[in-house]
């Protein structure tokens, strides 16, 4: 027998919204702001992003280089791991897919860094093939620093923990190493349609 | 106040999940801070109420005494504090129901019989919305380091000494640890408080290292 809270009915989301709801998450129409530390600002004209680790020679992009680089605007839902969800978000950013161009490398993983000290772990495969941008704006505006402006990683099909704030290389490593919230609890891989949330999930 | 039975001791400022499930098998779930000390036996979570919510109004108007609850947890394992005596000064900032984590920090210091040096400032709109005040103002007598700093923004009684405006560069400037004596600080609170607090103590010259922040805010529009 399924456990029953006694007298909650509860809020249902229309079917359709419903449906691109993953397992235990809810919608909201805000924007929440989650982070573990102070919002950094870092200067555009100090701001850098490097792609470092098993490549050789590294790949580096200064702000006004890397806003060169063709970028396109995609629209995606995301969830966090508190349990929010948000339908339909837009934003604009370089693919992962564009920033690997020609990269050989045997590394099958990659630790993204950040501003602040902040780090994530995600498969490589998991970057590639259109699923992965570093974004810098969102709906049509540049990307506010507390939402990891001047541009953070986004990776929408993972919960956003994944899509590291204020982003500012990735890593590549034959190995998979834990990142922040990835040493403090939370799940390796992070998928929201398995519920991966935290360790043993 | 939870019976949780085969509970593992938490760390203060860790988090619990609430799963409510209806009798049709449809889910909700939110995350709530702990609001007791590790050393407690009984789990207290502190729940504020938003109209227009969806689990919040269920838990504090709907649950009585000897429901039961689906909890998933402790969570998290970076806004956390324990007691030990190389700890360096607490400084913690709470905005609104943002003092709930804090809460049990404090009161696991108390429970602990730590002596690190603690500050708490705490933002409420009123002195009816200050969370546990007649606890904090018992703790705060004990004379055993902790101070407690209010500060009411929109409405204040009469003879009020402490605070009255938003936590702001002077009023952190007074009431934080020298830089030099290297705080360890938790901000937590709505996010524009906690955006402001942080940033301002950053600006100090306080290590962005060392400040740990926890931000909500209702999400249910």
New interface residues.
């Given amino acids: 027998m399924?456990?029953?809270?006694?007298?909650?009915?509860?809020?249902?989301e229309r079917a359709e919204d419903a449906s691109r709801l993953p397992?235990?998450q809810?919608l909201?129409?805000?924007f929440?702001?989650?982070?573990?530390?102070?919002?950094?600002h870092t200067p555009l004209a100090e701001w850098s992003f490097t792609i470092t680790g098993e490549v050789e020679p590294e790949r580096r992009w200064t702000w006004e280089e890397f806003r060169r680089l063709p970028s396109q605007t995609v629209t995606r839902d995301i969830h966090c791991v508190?349990?929010?969800s948000r339908l339909d978000t837009s934003w604009t950013g370089v693919s992962v897919d564009v920033l690997m161009e020609g990269v050989e490398t045997a590394a099958e993983y990659v630790l993204a860094f950040s501003d602040?000290?902040y780090t994530t772990n995600l498969p490589l495969e998991d970057l590639l093939d259109g699923r992965a941008w570093v974004a810098f704006a969102y709906g049509g505006e540049p990307l506010a620093p507390?939402h990891g402006g001047p541009a953070r990683l986004l990776v929408p099909h993972l919960y956003l923990w994944k899509s590291a704030k204020w982003v500012r290389g990735l890593s590549l490593r034959l190995d998979d190493q834990p990142g922040?919230?990835e040493?403090?609890?939370y799940h390796a891989y992070g998928d929201p349609w398995r519920e991966q949330r935290?360790w043993g999930d | 106040m939870l019976h949780v039975p085969g509970w593992p001791r938490h760390r203060a400022g860790q988090h619990v999940d609430v799963r409510l499930t209806s009798e049709d098998g449809y889910r909700a779930q939110r995350s709530y801070s702990i609001a007791s000390a590790p050393e407690e036996r009984r789990v207290a979570l502190t729940v504020e109420r938003l109209d227009d919510g969806e689990v919040s109004p269920y838990l504090t108007d709907e649950v009585t005494l000897g429901d039961r609850l689906e909890l998933r947890g402790p969570i998290g394992g970076y806004f956390v504090w324990e007691a030990n005596q190389a700890s360096p000064p607490l400084l913690l900032v709470g905005g609104g129901s943002g003092v709930v984590p804090l809460m049990a920090m404090i009161r696991h210091r108390r429970a602990s019989g730590s002596r690190v040096p603690a500050r708490l400032l705490y933002s409420a709109r009123s002195v009816d919305d200050v969370i546990y005040r007649q606890e904090l103002e018992r703790l705060a007598a004990l004379g055993d380091g902790m101070t407690v700093y209010l500060t009411l923004t929109r409405a204040q009684p009469a003879g009020w000494r402490g605070f009255a405006r938003r936590v702001d560069q002077e009023m952190l400037h007074e009431v934080a640890w020298p830089v030099q004596e290297s705080p360890l600080t938790f901000v937590c609170g709505p996010t524009a408080f906690v955006e402001a607090a942080a940033g301002t103590l950053v600006e100090l010259g306080y290590d962005a290292g060392s400040i740990r922040t926890e931000r909500f805010g209702p999400t249910g529009r």
């Fill in positions: 399924a456990f029953v809270s006694r007298g909650f009915k509860g809020r249902r397992p235990g809810h909201v129409r805000d929440p702001v989650l982070s573990a530390g102070p919002t950094p508190t349990g929010w602040g000290g507390e922040f919230w040493s403090n609890g935290y």
